[in-house]
């Protein structure tokens, strides 16, 4: 079985909610749709059916980009 890097994993808005609980972080659909209006967002990538694809390793870096801003301003 092939390796897969972590940057070429697309992952889709519900599965960020996912992701972003095992950071802790407990958020809605809602709040990535919110998210996704940011300029600090990351880009699509592509479109699969109905959903928009983002990288996963983008994502994880946003994240992390956003709880080091919650923890520096608390």
Known sequence: M?????????????????IAREFNIFITIGTIHRWANEPDFPLPIGKNGKFILYSKYDFTSY????????QYEH
Do not use: H
């Open 63 to 70: 994240l992390k980009q956003r709880i080091n801003r919650i």
């Open 2 to 18: 092939e390796r897969v890097n972590e940057k070429d994993i697309l992952v889709n808005r519900t599965q960020m909610v996912q």
